[in-house]
């Protein structure tokens, strides 16, 4: 069969957009100088590279055409952030921002970033600038680049937690893009400095004088985008089986001995389209712990050279390790690294912590896990949950850890904080971690509508309403302390990894999901798929007599997804309605 770069394709259009671009600079500086809303095509493909997607607001859609008129335009704009690190200034700044230049709140994305939605075009530049004024940046958030690395969160004082960190940072220093076109169009020119260390200046490499120079993407970048994570066995919160690239770590006595590297995790995939499917890492080899940055470049550039650069839909790296199989991946991988591939240990997830409520750091310092309900940090009625945050960063100074899971830890806290801190959530109608259900605490969705232009469904604004119809479910069956995982997205490309979690509910017509069940909370394989074109009020009555059935049968210990699992789509089909 041949394999991903053995037959010649038309490259396409994204790719000549790239090549032309002159480093991504493209004509984005003109566009932005002109009275309009939106950018053309050209340019709307390149400021991804520097942190934004242009959106329209899908609410306004049909409104807008009665009318006879056109699109309302709006861009979202996300901040890259290694290990979802931030200060007390920076989180409070971007609190500003959210108020000035966005729709009143703050994104924690499934990637350990923030986003902002509704930024309109002519408010695009000093949106950016804003956040680079607090040493943050956008710079590689989208596009086809390194994305944001992701690692565990938490910020225990153990050495293991605190290299995750460093590597995270040194990963994303080396992989961000070298162009000066950055700095040119959003900082006038201006070199600056990030919290986690990256520098570029205006002139191009890393002030090294070489205009223009991407000394690992080359010209054309890579062909899709490209994501990596840090993981432990014990703490998977990043879903190292679904990045591109995962590095989980080897520990002996509280010390990283070495990396098993998975390459190849991926959860897009489009409906009716057979050569597109999620995939999990596979483990390739085994590094040192000095060897991670080197690593992290070689798989990067064989990504570059052999990665399809025809069809976009495969166009992930996860096609390239399917397609050639894993020991012709090792083969290929062997001539980029700069030092002998050696086996990998397979060594094997064990847990995935949350770290909600409140946890010794290790210190004399304490932090507090605050969930966030599918990452959208606002105020609505009662709830003032972006009220209670933004009092209790200005107050207590804490530093700030972005989870996987969208929710947000406050860091380097005193003992004394923790009465302090629940007693102004609750005030502000905050639900307090331990109060929230576990499937609630589990659970992802994606922004989809309104802001996303390749939902068909909708998912953040739908979730909170199926948890709450589960937890009814759960409690009448009294499997209301069984943790289980739930994720839906409002179309295929499964951007909160749907295809891995004990439910996923991935969106299919309009008010339709197709569902899939078998996952497991560890994110250690695939679920399959149970059920298509569930009405969006049949989800939680098509999954009850599974629930039943798991209640009567399941075998002790066993979690819904391995219940799931064990019996198979063949031994589910009994239980669709």
């Given at each position: 069969?041949?394999?991903?770069?053995?037959?010649?394709?038309?490259?396409?259009?994204?790719?000549?957009?790239?090549?032309?671009?002159?480093?991504?600079?493209?004509?984005?500086?003109?566009?932005?100088?002109?009275?309009?809303?939106?950018?053309?095509?050209?340019?709307?493909?390149?400021?991804?590279?520097?942190?934004?997607?242009q959106q329209d607001d899908r609410d306004e859609r049909k409104n807008r055409s009665k009318e006879g008129v056109g699109k309302y335009y709006i861009f979202m704009v996300r901040c890259k952030m290694p290990g979802g690190k931030m200060t007390a200034a920076q989180y409070l700044a971007i609190d500003d921002l959210a108020s000035k230049y966005a729709n009143d709140t703050?994104?924690?994305?499934?990637?350990?970033?923030?986003?902002f939605h509704g930024v309109l075009k002519s408010n695009l530049k000093a949106t950016i600038a804003g956040i680079n004024e607090c040493l943050m940046s956008t710079l590689g958030a989208c596009g086809d680049v390194e994305r944001n690395v992701m690692a565990p969160p938490a910020p225990f004082a153990n050495p293991v937690y605190r290299q995750l960190q460093e590597y995270a940072d040194a990963i994303a220093q080396h992989l961000a893009p070298r162009s000066g076109a950055y700095h040119e169009i959003w900082l006038n020119g201006k070199a600056v400095e990030t919290a986690s260390g990256v520098t570029v200046h205006p002139s191009g490499t890393n002030g090294d004088g070489q205009v223009g120079e991407e000394p690992i993407y080359g010209k054309v970048y890579l062909p899709r985008k490209f994501k990596t994570g840090l993981a432990l066995a014990d703490d998977n919160l990043t879903d190292v089986?679904?990045?591109?690239?995962?590095?989980?770590?080897?520990?002996?006595?509280?010390q990283i001995a070495g990396f098993d590297v998975l390459v190849g995790g991926g959860m897009g995939m489009t409906h009716g389209n057979a050569n597109t499917f999620p995939y999990t890492g596979k483990h390739i080899c085994h590094i040192q712990p000095d060897q991670v940055v080197q690593a992290a470049e070689a798989v990067i550039k064989l990504f570059r050279d052999h990665g399809n650069r025809g069809d976009r839909k495969r166009a992930r790296i996860k096609y390239v390790v399917e397609s050639w199989g894993v020991d012709k991946f090792r083969e290929v991988l062997a001539t980029?690294?700069?030092?002998?591939?050696?086996?990998?240990?397979?060594?094997?997830?064990?847990?995935?912590?949350?770290?909600?409520?409140?946890?010794?750091?290790?210190?004399?310092?304490?932090?507090?896990?605050?969930?966030?309900?599918?990452?959208?940090?606002?105020?609505?009625?009662?709830?003032?949950?972006?009220?209670?945050?933004r009092t209790l960063v200005q107050k207590l100074r804490p530093n700030i850890r972005i989870t996987p899971m969208q929710d947000i830890l406050l860091c380097d806290l005193p003992e004394s904080a923790k009465a302090e801190i629940e007693a102004l959530l609750t005030e502000h109608g905050v639900t307090l971690p331990g109060r929230v259900s576990l499937p609630r605490q589990h659970s992802m969705a994606c922004p989809a509508i309104p802001t996303c232009p390749l939902a068909i469904s909708e998912a953040e604004r739908t979730l909170p309403h199926i948890i709450d119809e589960l937890d009814a479910e759960l409690t009448k069956l009294a499997l209301d302390k069984e943790t289980i995982s739930v994720r839906m997205t409002g179309c295929p490309n499964g951007c909160v990894r749907p295809y891995q979690s004990d439910i996923g509910i991935v969106g299919r017509s309009g008010d339709k999901y197709t569902l899939f069940l078998g996952g497991n909370v560890l994110g250690t394989r695939l679920n399959f798929q149970f059920k298509d074109l569930v009405p969006q009020q049949d989800i939680v009555p098509t999954l009850r007599p599974v629930l039943t059935a798991y209640k009567n049968q399941r075998a002790v210990g066993e979690g819904f997804g391995d219940f799931c699992h064990r019996l198979g789509l063949e031994g589910l089909t009994q239980f669709a309605s």
């Open positions: 069969m041949p394999t991903e770069t053995d037959v010649p394709v038309k490259l396409s259009p994204v790719e000549a957009i790239k090549d032309n671009s002159r480093q991504l600079r493209g004509t984005i500086a003109e566009e932005l100088a002109q009275d309009s809303d939106h950018f053309n095509e050209q340019n709307k493909q390149l400021i991804k590279f520097h942190g934004s997607y703050i994104r924690l994305t499934s990637r350990q970033g923030i986003q089986y679904a990045q591109d690239l995962g590095f989980l770590a080897d520990v002996h006595n509280n980029y690294l700069p030092f002998p591939l050696v086996l990998p240990k397979d060594i094997e997830v064990k847990k995935f912590p949350l770290w909600l409520g409140w946890h010794a750091q290790g210190d004399g310092k304490y932090f507090y896990g605050v969930s966030v309900e599918n990452g959208r940090i606002r105020d609505v009625g009662d709830q003032k949950q972006r009220l209670a945050l």
